[in-house]
Nanobody, 120 residues
Framework: VQLQASGGGLVQAGGSLRLSCAASGSIVKIGNMGWYRQAPGKTRELVAFIVSGGSTHYADSVKGRFTISRDNAKNTVSLQMNGLKPEDTAVYYC???????????????WGQGTLVTVSS
């Protein structure tokens, strides 16, 4: 199983970026999908997640600016980030809870991280 994240980059404050993450491999079932971020010198924090039925949850710091979505047919999760602020600068990681072929339990898999830099 692999998670491939893309879409990071450098943007000015107030700008927008869209992150995407695709899960591939021998997957039976995907549960929650989400995004975390880790800023320099800080611990990793949850940004947003979306459950299989489509309900979403956002960190207070990004509510109203970020939108998470998923495409169950393509095993992808995306994060549309608008109104970016310098404090959003971080490495963003996608996280997917899934069941692999031949397994019973659900485990969390992580993408490789993509850097988002917001300049003031």
């Amino acid at each position: 199983v692999q998670l491939q994240a893309s879409g990071g980059g450098l943007v000015q404050a107030g700008g927008s970026l869209r992150l995407s993450c695709a899960a591939s491999g021998s997957i039976v079932k995907i549960g929650n999908m989400g995004w975390y971020r880790q800023a320099p010198g800080k611990t990793r924090e949850l940004v947003a997640f979306i459950v299989s039925g489509g309900s979403t949850h956002y960190a207070d710091s990004v509510k109203g600016r970020f939108t998470i979505s998923r495409d169950n047919a393509k095993n992808t999760v995306s994060l549309q980030m608008n109104g970016l602020k310098p404090e959003d600068t971080a490495v963003y990681y996608c996280a997917v809870d899934l069941v692999r072929v031949g397994m019973i339990n659900e485990y969390r898999y992580w993408g490789q991280g993509t850097l988002v830099t917001v300049s003031s």
